[in-house]
Nanobody
Framework: QVQLVESGGGSVQAGDSLRLSCSASGLTFSRYGMGWFRQAPGKDREFVAAMSWSGGSTLYAHFAVDRFTCSRDVAKKMVYLQMNSLKPEDTAVYYC????????????????WGQGTQVTVSS
């Protein structure tokens, strides 16, 4: 059974950086896309970033461009989200997701989800 576990969240000041990690286990297939989403209190879950199975293609939400970087270590089955210049509006629970045959902006394209990690940015 595929399991995703996020880590690296925390409470930081505006302008600080955080690096989120997501480890995947139980995989029985080698090609999959990875995505990051976030959900703030009272809001819908929204797309943050995604990466193809090879890592050759990445997608970012408009608010993540030039501040967030998605990367992965295929051998370690890890995916990362480096977040720089954090803002209070980045406060949310961040989730990683795995798509067996998909990477992209749609929540429904992903097959597996982690439990989330809280990111809190204070001004």
């Amino acid at each position: 059974q595929v399991q995703l576990v996020e880590s690296g969240g925390g409470s930081v000041q505006a302008g600080d950086s955080l690096r989120l990690s997501c480890s995947a286990s139980g995989l029985t297939f080698s090609r999959y896309g990875m995505g990051w989403f976030r959900q703030a209190p009272g809001k819908d879950r929204e797309f943050v970033a995604a990466m193809s199975w090879s890592g050759g293609s990445t997608l970012y939400a408009h608010f993540a461009v030039d501040r967030f970087t998605c990367s992965r270590d295929v051998a370690k089955k890890m995916v990362y989200l480096q977040m720089n210049s954090l803002k209070p509006e980045d406060t949310a629970v961040y989730y990683c997701a795995l798509g067996h045959t998909y990477y992209g902006r749609s929540i429904t394209g992903y097959d597996y989800w982690g439990q989330g990690t809280q990111v809190t940015v204070s001004s």
